[in-house]
């Protein structure tokens, strides 16, 4: 299995850019997570799905922020405008089922606002 | 406010010997928490899940333990290898989302030295 896929790697993009962050999860998994690390607040959740549907989005910082997975293999996450504070590493992780409590994270993409 | 605290400060160790990483939860009773290493540049792998059940989890040279009174776990490497150099992150899981979702601590980074 490949694994959580992200898209892109690295973004560098300029203040009030709308930014379009990638997630393919693992096949069959049935939970997708998005998280965003920073060095001042560590790993924060900010979305999770439950068989494509959003199911708590209490993290998400602002309006500005939005996620979608229109279908099982596929999620965005989306800043628009984007601001300088939202520089950080945002990961994408997803969990087989209820009874399976691990989560596989994607190798991140690094996103930097000018 | 739910808060989780490992030591933001790095420890250093000689190869051979036991490391011991430290996580205090505050305001929180989870039914499990999961610890996961984290290498620069990359998303967090899992390591190990104990239950609220259980005081002690064993994985080869990796031994996690858990106690709901005092709202610690410790999380113990033996014969420590320079490989073992990374971050590790505690991230005891939360029962306001039905135990789906897991929030994590800032990590403490362990350096092995030769």
């Known amino acids: 299995d490949a694994g959580v896929i992200q898209s892109p790697r690295h973004e560098v993009t300029e203040m009030g850019q709308e930014v379009t962050l990638r997630c393919k999860p693992i096949s069959g998994h049935d939970y997708l997570f998005w998280y965003r690390q920073t060095m001042m607040r560590g790993l924060e959740l900010l979305i999770y799905f439950n068989n494509n549907v959003p199911i708590d989005d209490s993290g998400m910082p602002e309006d500005r922020f939005s996620a979608k997975m229109p279908n099982a293999s596929f999620s965005t996450l989306k800043i628009q405008p984007s601001e300088p504070r939202d520089s950080a590493v945002y990961f994408c992780?997803?969990?087989?089922?209820?009874?399976?409590?691990?989560?596989?994270f994607g190798p991140g993409t690094r996103l930097l606002v000018l | 406010s739910q808060k989780i605290e490992q030591n933001s400060e790095a420890l250093n160790i000689q190869e051979g010997k036991t490391a011991t990483l430290t996580c205090n939860y505050t305001?929180?009773?989870?039914?499990?928490l999961q610890w996961y290493r984290q290498d620069p540049g990359r998303g967090p792998v899992f390591l190990l899940l104990?239950?609220?059940?259980?005081k002690e989890k064993r994985k080869e040279r990796l031994k996690v333990t858990f106690d709901t009174t005092l709202k610690q776990s410790l999380f113990h490497i033996t014969a420590s290898q320079p490989a073992d150099s990374a971050t590790y992150l505690c991230a005891p899981a939360r029962r306001d989302t039905g135990r789906r979702a897991l929030t994590f601590g800032s990590g403490t980074r362990l350096q092995v030295q030769p």
């Open positions: 992780a997803s969990r087989a089922s209820d009874d399976q409590e691990t989560q596989y």
């Open positions: 104990i239950r609220e059940n259980e």
């Open positions: 305001n929180y009773s989870p039914a499990y």
